[in-house]
């Protein structure tokens, strides 16, 4: 049912924890499943230098918010914004159907942490980044 890839990233997650000076944190989830993904990000010089995720979920969302994170630490902002949850599912060797909406997550919360970061820099993040689904209390929404 679940790849080797899926087990190894949920057995061992990367880069979880929190990043107490982030400069840009995105937070996202699914209300039906009850999956929250956070993501932190540390910027230098348009790269993403570090990358950090706390997520609250099965553990397709801890494999794919783990993998995601391996996918876009080191990289631009606007190679991590070309990031798709095709490419989380295919990192993974594959999800079952019923588990694809965990790295749409992954994808969306990379997009909140970047989006938060251009509001910081005082840039409108919406032409770069698009819309991005906003979480109060676990409960999100467009």
Known sequence: MY???????FAHPRNVGEIPDADGIGEVGNAVCGDIMKMYIKVDNDVITDVKFKT????SAIATSSIATEMIKGHTIEEALKLSNKAVVEALGGLPAH???????????IKA??????????????????????????????
């Open 3 to 9: 790849t080797e890839q899926v087990m190894d990233h």
């Open 113 to 142: 942490a970047i989006a938060d970061y251009y509001k910081r820099q005082g840039i409108d993040p919406t032409p770069i980044v698009g819309e991005i689904p906003e979480c109060e209390g676990g409960h999100c929404h467009a």
């Open 56 to 59: 609250y979920g099965c553990g």
């Open 99 to 109: 588990k694809i909406h965990c790295s749409v997550l992954a994808e969306q919360s």
